[in-house]
Nanobody, 115 residues
Framework: QVQLVESGGGLVQSGGSLRLSCAAS????????MGWYRHAPGNQRDMVAT???????NYAESVKGRFTISRDNAKNTVYLQMNSLKPEDTAVYYC?????????WGQGTQVTVSS
């Protein structure tokens, strides 16, 4: 089992920045990939960014050049630095961890970008 706790969401004006954090606990040695997904009303849950245990990253086209995913292995924490935020980035952001045994999700954190 893996437990994920997100923090760092909030309300920000267009063009602003936020940093999301996701702290993992439990069977963290089994985590292969961690990532961030988002779910806006009326849309499906979409991948935003992922990072492997080796540090390889992948981004959705819509956030490339604006968002950066990183991880601190000593703290078992993954971060999502979000810059140049747009109103269309408004969504609930979920942390995700993939292990051999399955996928795990955090509770989600709301990000709202006002125009």
């Amino acid at each position: 089992q893996v437990q994920l706790v997100e923090s760092g969401g909030g309300l920000v004006q267009s063009g602003g920045s936020l940093r999301l954090s996701c702290a993992a606990s439990g069977s963290i040695f089994r985590i292969n990939v961690m990532g961030w997904y988002r779910h806006a009303p009326g849309n499906q849950r979409d991948m935003v960014a992922t990072i492997t245990s080796g540090g390889t990253t992948n981004y959705a086209e819509s956030v490339k050049g604006r968002f950066t995913i990183s991880r601190d292995n000593a703290k078992n924490t993954v971060y999502l630095q979000m810059n140049s935020l747009k109103p269309e980035d408004t969504a609930v952001y979920y942390c995700n961890a993939v292990t051999v045994g399955g996928r795990y999700w955090g509770q989600g954190t709301q990000v709202t970008v006002s125009s």
